[in-house]
Nanobody, 115 residues
């Protein structure tokens, strides 16, 4: 049974930081591309950042230079370090694992940026 369990969301003031974690089980973690998506109310789900099996990374333009994705193969965990948060970053953040046409999703964790 595949499980992706996110944690680390919460309420933060503008300019603050959060670190999201996603623990994966039931998959061979090292062969999957891992990614973080987000979905704000009334908006489409968007890719925030991804990291390949060889640790090559990709970011949405809106988060470049503020967010960093990383993975720990020993812990089967992917992280999203989010700095300089702005209200527009408010969304549910979802962890994703994919390989070819196979996609798995976590339940999501809420991030709210507000003063």
């Amino acid at each position: 049974q595949v499980q992706l369990v996110e944690s680390g969301g919460g309420l933060v003031q503008p300019g603050g930081s959060l670190r999201l974690s996603c623990a994966a089980s039931g998959i061979i973690f090292s062969i999957y591309t891992m990614a973080w998506y987000r979905q704000a109310p009334g908006k489409q789900r968007e890719l925030v950042a991804s990291i390949t099996r060889s640790d090559s990374t990709n970011y949405a333009d809106s988060v470049k230079d503020r967010f960093t994705i990383s993975r720990d193969h020993a812990k089967n965990t992917v992280y999203l370090q989010m700095n300089s948060l702005v209200p527009e970053d408010t969304a549910v953040y979802l962890c994703n694992a994919h390989r070819g046409i196979v996609y798995y999703w976590g339940q999501g964790t809420q991030v709210t940026v507000s003063s």
